[in-house]
């Protein structure tokens, strides 16, 4: 964020997956990297070009495993499935572009631009039909504006509950 990326946090939450906990924790993982691809293509025509590889989405993170919840008045359907295992993600990306220019313009002025006019959880909202299929139920985003949301994303990695392998890094 410090070099001008906008920080979000993105919860996947999953429809009921089949198997063991392992085949579950590994086809969300499939479903994070499939969003980050198609959220990728969504931003910039030719990603793998290395003048357009600045503007690819960052994700990190990894698995959430459930915890007890003293209230359990507050859960929605979405915290049973699965036995509550969830990902979450810190997404950096660069801001959206000025949607009222030409994009030949903005590259004229700027350099390479990412394609996204809007802010990243209205882009989820307005794109879901890209995003959420059969096994991926919801997309929530929360935009960063302190530095504690990383910290919540990585939860089960800082209380050792899952090692540094089971952290996602893509770009």
Known sequence: MDEGRDGYFVNFMFDQLPGARQNQMDMMTQQVERVHSILTHHMIHRPTHDKWVHLRPIFVGSHDLPVFKWDRGKL?????????????????????????????????MWGPQSRL?????????????????????????????????????????KHGRLDEDSILVLN
């Not at 989820?124 to 530095?147: M, W």
């Open 76 to 108: 929605h359907r979405l915290d049973l499935v699965n036995d509550g295992l969830h990902f979450n993600v810190i997404a950096l990306l660069p801001p959206p572009s000025h949607p009222a220019l030409p994009g030949w313009l903005k590259y004229r």
């Open 117 to 157: 006019t809007v802010p990243l959880d209205q882009h989820f909202q307005d794109e879901s039909k890209f995003y959420l299929n059969d096994r991926l139920a919801r997309i929530h985003v929360t935009p960063v504006n302190y530095g504690t949301m990383a910290d919540y994303a990585l939860k089960a990695f």
